[in-house]
């Protein structure tokens, strides 16, 4: 019997979130939304949304957030459990896409549309993991070759 595949789809808030919002055509009954809680949270693409705090590397609590993001993140996937984890960025996603990666789902990567000649330090992090990991500019194929040129979400 076929089954069909579990998705998380993971951004932090902002343009990542805009921008996975534009697979919104992709989404299906089961499959969910691992963001930041923001104020401009309205998710009307996904009856499905997990929110945890905003992080960010440079604040004074990162360690224990980050830690605690860890947590749930592996709650997370123990209780939703996806088979495919669909990310954007940035740094929110890393904990529930390197769980994820230990527990054998497929990681797929979608670097930032503004990125369109320099790697971004979640996009360095998840070329070494990925299973597809997608470019949205051609220029950055000269510093990931082995991405696929994808175009662009917009």
Not at 3 to 25: D, I, M
Not at 87 to 95: D, F, I, Q
Not at 137 to 151: D, R, V
């Amino acid at each position: 019997m076929y089954r069909k595949s579990k998705v998380c789809f993971a951004s932090s808030s902002g343009g990542h979130l805009e921008e996975l919002s534009r697979l919104s055509s992709l989404v299906q009954d089961g499959d969910f939304v691992f963001t930041e809680k923001s104020d401009f949270n309205t998710l009307q693409w996904c009856r499905k949304v997990t929110y945890v705090t905003q992080i960010n590397r440079k604040e004074l609590l990162f360690i224990p957030k980050l830690i605690g993001l860890f947590l749930k993140s592996f709650f997370w996937l123990i209780k939703e459990k996806p088979d495919i984890i669909v990310s954007t960025g940035a740094l929110v996603t890393c904990p529930i896409s390197l769980l994820g990666k230990l527990m054998r789902k497929k990681i797929i990567y979608i670097e930032s549309f503004a990125r369109v000649d320099n790697a971004s330090l979640t996009g360095k992090l998840f070329y070494k993991i990925a299973d597809v990991f997608i470019v949205q500019w051609e220029e950055l194929l000269k510093i990931y070759p082995k991405a696929i040129y994808g175009g662009g979400i917009f």
